[in-house]
Structures are given as structure tokens and as C-alpha cells.
């Protein structure tokens, strides 16, 4: 486990004070900049965009959006979906 090539995360920021959130993404982050292979599951979908390089955003079991997580918050299927119709108006 002290190199390793692949990260599986699921939710790792559920139920966290934001500021241990922010902590936990910035390692998160590192680890990937470092080239770790990072897989992570994550319901704050802000949180989750703001460090990914892709995404795969799922809603009621259907793939909304593939690609590039600076993309994805201005696709408006993954706004309406994790963002809310509000992040939709703002955007559009």
C-alpha cells in the first residue's frame, strides 16, 4: 500500500465538516497529480467537479455525461441533475 497505482473512493466527503472536506480533496487531488489513478464516488457534485479531470455523472441509474469535469458544469443535463434547475438559469 505505500505505492500504490489505483485509489478507490467512495464518498469521501459524507458527513465531514467543509473544512476537513476541503482538506481531504486537496490530498485527494495530490495524489492524483502525483499519478495515482484516483476512481471516486462522490455526492457533492461542486466538491467532486473542482478536483476531478473526468467525469462520469450518473442520475436515476442513466450516464447523464462522460467527459471532461470542466465541461461537465456547463452541460446542462449534470446541472439539472446534481446542480439544480437555479445552477441551470445562472449558466444558460
Known amino acids: 500500500m505505500s505505492q500504490p497505482k489505483v485509489m478507490l ?3 469521501p ?3 465531514l465538516a467543509p473544512a476537513v472536506v476541503d482538506s481531504i480533496l486537496a ?3 495530490d ?3 502525483s499519478g ?3 476512481l471516486m464516488v462522490e455526492q457533492n457534485a461542486e466538491a467532486g467537479m473542482a478536483i476531478a479531470d473526468d467525469v462520469v455523472a450518473v442520475a436515476r441509474g442513466e450516464v447523464v455525461y462522460s467527459g ?3 465541461e461537465a458544469r456547463n452541460h ?3 446541472l439539472r ?3 439544480g434547475e437555479a445552477a441551470l438559469a445562472e449558466n444558460h
Do not use: H, T, W, Y
Open 9 to 11: 473512493l467512495d464518498e
Open 13 to 15: 466527503s459524507m458527513g
Open 27 to 29: 490530498k485527494v487531488r
Open 31 to 33: 495524489m492524483a497529480d
Open 36 to 38: 495515482i489513478a484516483i
Open 68 to 70: 471532461q469535469a470542466g
Open 76 to 78: 446542462a443535463s449534470v
Open 81 to 83: 441533475a446534481f446542480l
